[in-house]
């Protein structure tokens, strides 16, 4: 997995294998990790197994022994780590590593291949196409890139190895010693050998890259074969994308964001500003505030936040209007970055699928 390093922001989304910052491809730490080496009985992990093994009426004995053999993997713990504080974002040069010739063939061909599922996602859930094909494509290129490592090793090693100089250490172990309990839990209910399963750095497996405790409780079975399976089943990624979405509330025939142009006023738009993704203010409070939201926000009668994207250092910032559903986007990831280039790069691929379709298909209903 091409994996940089990752703004690690929300537990479902560990499959956005690129960074934020447009100096990304600089390696953090030029000095090779030492080999990995297996965390064995540490305290923390005999009482995890043990709790987990009276929990779920497992044998505690082979749950340490299964533990305990994980490997404490140094380059997980490299990659869980924020960026670099005081390096400038960059909207375009992230966007441009999404939103490009390969991977819009890949969406094209995802969307012919699978045009039924994404047909019937959209009218079960309301969620668009091209939103579920835009985070599919962002997360994995289509299943291209589902992450190499061993997922035991990588909850394991967060679980029981945390960074301690992460700044949110004792609450993102807490997390991964959860993700771990459910990634348990998934293997014995879908008969997966847990030595087996590969995935993302911190945890996040299959098409839509999702932790496991987002795949227990958000995952649903779309090709009808009685199981629930992200990891070989592009349709069963599908409809849990889109039932995702749906139950942190996507609005069916909403739109995900407008243009503003926003007040040149720095403490007006500080204020604008402040509330980030989520959304805020209406338009009339926006237009009280000397925003000029486009006439099409104006007729929404929601509320709408005020997102900026930085683009590096020196040029301009991108500005937008956020609705009920780019929030909701960003339940997969928190970020807006994250949200816009998921739905630009959907919006890229209809366009693309569109006109690629032969003549005959397009003119059926
Ligand atoms: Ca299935």
Not at 19 to 42: D, E, N, T, V, W
Not at 206 to 230: E, K, T, Y
Not at 294 to 306: F, K, N, P, T
Request: charged share 20%; aromatic share 10%.
């Amino acid at each position: 997995m091409p994996v940089t390093r990752l703004r690690f922001l929300l537990p479902l989304c560990a499959g956005l294998a690129l960074s934020l910052c447009a100096h990304a491809a600089k390696p953090r730490h030029a000095k090779a990790p030492p080999p990995p080496q297996p965390l064995g009985p540490r305290p923390a992990l005999v009482a995890f197994a043990d709790d987990l093994a009276t929990a779920q009426n497992w044998d505690a004995a082979a749950l340490r022994e299964q533990l305990g053999q994980a490997l404490d993997l140094p380059r997980v713990k490299q990659l869980i780590l924020p960026a670099t504080a005081g390096t400038a974002k960059n909207w375009t040069a992230y966007r441009d590593r999404f939103i490009e010739p390969k991977r819009l063939d890949a969406g094209v061909a995802f969307w012919a291949e699978h045009e039924a599922a994404l047909a019937r996602a959209e009218s079960q859930y309301g969620v668009p196409a091209e939103v579920i094909v835009g985070i599919i494509g962002v997360e994995t290129f289509y299943g291209r890139i589902t992450g190499g490592f061993k997922v035991l090793d990588a909850l394991a090693t967060l679980a029981f190895d945390f960074p301690r100089e992460h700044p949110r250490a004792t609450e993102r172990q807490a997390f991964f010693r959860s993700e771990l309990a459910e990634f348990l839990k998934l293997c014995r209910e879908n008969g997966l050998d847990a030595a087996d399963v590969r995935g993302s750095y911190a945890g996040a497996l299959g098409w839509p890259q999702f932790m496991p405790g987002s795949w227990r409780q958000h995952a649903v079975d779309f090709d009808g074969d009685g199981r629930i399976d992200l990891i070989a089943s592009p349709e069963d990624a599908i409809g849990s994308v889109a039932h995702y979405l749906s139950e942190y509330g996507w609005n069916a025939g909403e739109t995900t964001h407008y243009s503003v142009r926003l007040p040149a006023d720095p403490i007006t738009r500080r204020r604008l500003l402040a509330p980030d993704i989520k959304p805020s203010f209406t338009a009339a409070q926006l237009v009280e505030a000397g925003a000029e939201p486009s006439e099409a926000a104006r007729e929404d009668d929601g509320l709408l936040a005020v997102i900026e994207l930085q683009n590096g250092p020196k040029k301009p910032t991108t500005v937008l209007l956020g609705t009920q559903n780019f929030w909701v986007v960003t339940r997969y990831n928190w970020s807006a970055y994250y949200a816009l280039a998921v739905i630009e790069l959907g919006q890229a691929v209809k366009a693309r699928w569109l006109t690629s379709r032969p003549p005959a298909a397009s003119q059926a209903p």
